[in-house]
């Protein structure tokens, strides 16, 4: 009898290693998936580094797996499976029933009745007038004499101590279609009025991250031309109307040998302006490749063009926000507000206006 006790006892102590095992391996993972809980500064970090790059190759097989298993499914000739898309704060916006769609015929009505339809239409050239403040700044000037070279047939003139009704009669009677005024705070230009001749909407935007030309590294010198328009993303009514405000102050008929483009990209109610020269160019690369098809007669690889397109920013570069969307030509005190933006109204991080 004693013997036989003596025989369990090794396989008693065998299942106790390997418990004691299993609950060390646990521990291990632990501590391998938080490296917060090792107190030592050097072994958390490389702990750390060691869990990124674990990461990282994981996240390389996956992507190296579903592009194989693409490709398989061209060769079968079976649907390649669906690709996946990240979720970003602007595709989980809010819903909003004010957002265009491509068959609204109402839409396409209003357009050809509204206060920019004759600009749009060239029954009229666009005809700017740029003007400040009463109190200008240093940077004010600066930051105009870029406007002037990014909008053909602008002209600047001093405000002086004129009242902003006043330039809007005499805007009228020189028939200009439109007046700019740049707001500045703190030599430091911080706000857009545009106002559309002779019937408004008059729009005010907010102006921040403001860089001039000089500021730009390897920037270009635009010329002349008529540039190219570019509008991103204004998809609701709002944003409709602002862009078609912002499309007003451009000349609808580019100049393309100039390959001038000026953008104004929306992104969050944000809107960002950027002014580029763009240049197509012909690449050569060599075909790296094991087939023998791909070679010449004295076995060296070909080699392949391609035509890329290069983009030098010419500036400025500025970020607009809309603060508030007026009736008809400014007026401080009786103005009646098509839309105004308040603090409340920032109910969410994913609604958004334009």
């Known amino acids: 009898m004693v013997e036989g006790k003596r025989k369990r006892e090794p396989a008693v102590a065998g299942a106790q290693v390997e418990e004691e095992k299993k609950s060390r391996d646990g521990k291990d993972k632990k501590r391998r998936m ?54 970003t704060i602007e595709n989980t916006r809010e819903p909003d029933e004010t957002v265009c769609k491509p068959d609204d015929e109402e839409l396409f009505v209003g357009n050809d009745a509204d206060e920019f339809s004759q600009i749009l239409k060239q029954e009229h050239a666009p005809k700017i007038l740029i003007t400040t403040c009463r109190f200008n700044s240093s940077r004010g000037p600066a930051f105009i004499q870029e406007l002037l070279s990014v909008i053909p047939n602008a ?57 001039l030309r000089k500021d730009i590294k390897n920037h270009g010198n635009p010329t002349s031309h008529k540039p190219e328009l570019v509008l991103n993303n204004f998809t609701t009514r709002l944003g409709h109307r602002v862009g078609r405000l912002i499309q007003s102050l451009f000349p609808q008929d580019p100049y393309f040998r100039g390959r001038r483009v000026v953008t104004f990209h929306n992104q969050r109610d944000f809107i960002f302006f950027r002014h580029h020269r763009y240049v197509f160019e012909s690449k050569e690369t060599k075909v790296d490749t094991k087939d023998t098809a791909a070679k010449n007669d004295k076995g060296k690889n070909l080699i392949q063009t391609k035509m890329i397109a290069r983009l030098q920013e010419c500036g400025p570069r500025f970020t607009l926000k809309l603060i508030s969307l007026q009736h008809g030509t400014f007026d401080s005190k009786g103005g009646e507000f098509e839309w105004v933006h308040k603090p409340e109204m920032d109910t969410s991080r994913r609604r958004f206006f334009l």
Do not use: Q, W
């Not at 809980?37 to 390389?60: D, Q």
């Open 34 to 87: 938080l490296p917060s809980l090792i107190k030592n500064k050097l072994k958390r970090m490389e702990v750390h580094a060691k869990v990124k790059r674990e990461k990282r190759v994981e996240k390389k097989k996956k992507a190296k797996a579903r592009v194989d298993a693409h490709k398989r499914a061209l060769e079968l000739g079976e649907e390649p499976p669906p690709v996946r898309i990240p979720r």
């Open 155 to 211: 002209h600047y003139h001093k405000r002086g101590t004129y009242e902003l009704k006043k330039i809007i009669e005499y805007a009228n009677k020189k028939e200009f279609t439109s007046i700019i005024v740049v707001h500045t705070n703190r030599r430091e230009p911080d706000a857009l009025l545009i106002i559309n001749l002779p019937d408004g909407p008059t729009a005010h935007f907010k102006l921040s991250k403001l860089v």
